[in-house]
């Protein structure tokens, strides 16, 4: 690059070699050093810094267009991992995935050989928490098991309101997954659960409806 363009004004009595000076900080400062590339890390903290400066209505201080470069490489980098299955927020004791829905779909998918440990591992589960439940919260979660929906499960315990069934059923939950982790912090109930809903198909799931559309988008394209 010539001098002549290194001096070349951009806004706010910044030129262009400023920029770069600054986007050489915001890559040697970031936290990812390890995780991009140093000239990934340049360009995206030079084009983020650049973008703030002419966008600016007021002259932008150094140290804030230093930090707008951190942040643009923080988030590129964020973005990334987050494909990869990685939850740049949580450490890991591995490079590997550590979100927990990316493993449960993309592990199951991936093996060279089907495995049966889930499925035998929640039969187990279920065999030895089921006993340990308190009595009420037993019922409820048998009662739902048998009838299939929240309206009839009600019914067969007597419960007149639904909504007081699924609350019910909400701390027969809260207590089965206490007694899961074992003595451990309990996860938090995560999902919808449409299996209670009366007319639901539990073959209709977010993944069956989305092929559905799009092969219905295809057809619609070829005529």
């Given at each position: 690059m010539t001098p002549g363009a290194l001096d070349a004004d951009v806004r706010h009595g910044y030129c262009f070699g400023d920029i770069r000076k600054l986007a050489g900080y915001a890559a040697h400062r970031s936290y990812w050093v390890r995780a991009m590339p140093a000239q990934e890390?340049?360009?995206?903290?030079?084009?983020a810094i650049a973008e703030s400066v002419l966008t600016a209505e007021q002259r932008p201080g150094e140290r804030d267009l230093?930090?707008?470069?951190?942040?643009a490489i923080d988030r590129d980098v964020?973005?990334?991992?987050?494909?990869?299955?990685?939850?740049?927020?949580?450490?890991?004791?591995?490079?590997?995935?550590?979100?927990a829905n990316f493993c449960t779909y993309w592990f199951a998918h991936f093996r060279h050989v089907a495995s049966h440990e889930n499925a035998i591992v929640e039969v187990i589960a279920m065999s030895q928490i089921l006993p340990r439940l308190k009595p009420a919260n037993r019922d409820v979660i048998v009662a739902l098991a048998t009838?299939?929906?929240?309206?009839?499960?009600?019914e067969s315990?007597?419960?007149?309101?639904?909504h007081t069934f699924i609350a019910y059923l909400s701390l027969a939950r809260k207590e089965f997954l206490s007694l899961w982790h074992e003595g451990q912090t309990p996860s938090h109930i995560w999902g919808k659960d449409c299996f209670g809903i009366e007319g639901y198909d539990r073959d209709e799931s977010i993944t069956v409806r989305t092929l559905r559309q799009r092969k219905r988008k295809k057809r619609m394209k070829a005529q």
């Open positions: 890390r340049f360009d995206l903290a030079l084009s230093v930090t707008v470069g951190i942040r964020t973005v990334r991992m987050k494909l990869d299955g990685v939850d740049a927020s949580r450490p890991a004791d591995d490079l590997g995935p550590n979100m009838h299939g929906t929240y309206d009839k499960a009600a315990l007597g419960i007149l309101n639904r």
